[in-house]
T-cell receptor, first 112, second 110 residues
C-alpha cells in the first residue's frame, strides 16, 4: 500500500518558470492538502480540498493554484516561480471528520 | 495568541529516561489531537491520536489530554537514540481545521 505519493521528489527551477507538483493517494481518502515547510516556520497550509470537486485557500495561497483532478489526485501548480517559493512541499490526505492526516514523502523545490 | 504552541527545544534527554513533550492550544472547542514524529529530511509520521481526556498508551508512547487546561502532552518512556526527531502537535478545531504547532526538537543523549 503506497499511501500518499508525491512527484517529483526534487526539482530545481529558474525564476519565472512554471511547474506542477503531483500528489496521489490510494487510501480512498476524501480530503487532501498541500503544505509548505520552511525552517522555523512549521507547516503552513497552502490549499486544501475537503472533498472531490472542492478546493479552498489555506494560510499561504498566493502564487499557487490547485486542481483536484479526481478523488485520488490533487496537484499544486506554480505559474511563475519565485525564490520565495523555495521550500519543501508536502501533500497529505485524510479520510474525513476528526481523522488524522497522512503525509507523502515531500518535494524539495529550489528556485534560483 | 498562537493557536498551537510548543517549546521549540532542543530538549535533551538521556537514553533510557522519560522524554516529556508539551503542547497547548487556544481553541476550546478542539476535539481531536495528534502527535507526529518528523526525522530530519523526512515527512511527518503519525504516532498517536487522542480524542478524550486522560491518558492513551501505545508501546513506549503515552499521550495525555486535559481539555480544561487546553493541554496535551506526549511521554516517551525508555528513550532511545532513534527517538531523536522533531515532534509536531496537531489539533483539530472548529470547522474541522487542523492546526500544527511548529514542533519540539528532541535529542536523546547516548
Amino acid at each position: 500500500n503506497a499511501g500518499v505519493t508525491q512527484t517529483p521528489k526534487f526539482q530545481v527551477l529558474k525564476t519565472g518558470q512554471s511547474m506542477t507538483l503531483q500528489c496521489a493517494q490510494d487510501m480512498n481518502h476524501n480530503s487532501m492538502y498541500w503544505y509548505r515547510q520552511d525552517p522555523g516556520m512549521g507547516l503552513r497550509l497552502i490549499y486544501y480540498s475537503a472533498s472531490e470537486g472542492t478546493t479552498d485557500k489555506g494560510e499561504v495561497p498566493n502564487g499557487y493554484n490547485v486542481s483536484r483532478l479526481n478523488k485520488r489526485e490533487f496537484s499544486l501548480r506554480l505559474e511563475s516561480a519565485a525564490p520565495s517559493q523555495t521550500s519543501v512541499y508536502f501533500c497529505a490526505s485524510r479520510q474525513g471528520w476528526g481523522q488524522p492526516q497522512h503525509f507523502g514523502d515531500g518535494t524539495r523545490l529550489s528556485i534560483l | 495568541q498562537k493557536e498551537v504552541e510548543q517549546n521549540s527545544g532542543p530538549l535533551s534527554v538521556p537514553e533510557g529516561a522519560i522524554a516529556s513533550l508539551n503542547c497547548t492550544y487556544s481553541d476550546r472547542v478542539s476535539q481531536s489531537f495528534f502527535w507526529y514524529r518528523q526525522y530530519s529530511g523526512k515527512s511527518p509520521e503519525l504516532i498517536m491520536s487522542i480524542y478524550s481526556n486522560g491518558d492513551k498508551e501505545d508501546g513506549r508512547f503515552t499521550a495525555q489530554l486535559n481539555k480544561a487546561s487546553q493541554y496535551v502532552s506526549l511521554l516517551i518512556r525508555d528513550s532511545q537514540p532513534s527517538d531523536s526527531a522533531t515532534y509536531l502537535c496537531a489539533v483539530r478545531g472548529r470547522d474541522d481545521k487542523i492546526i500544527f504547532g511548529k514542533g519540539t526538537r528532541l535529542h536523546i543523549l547516548p
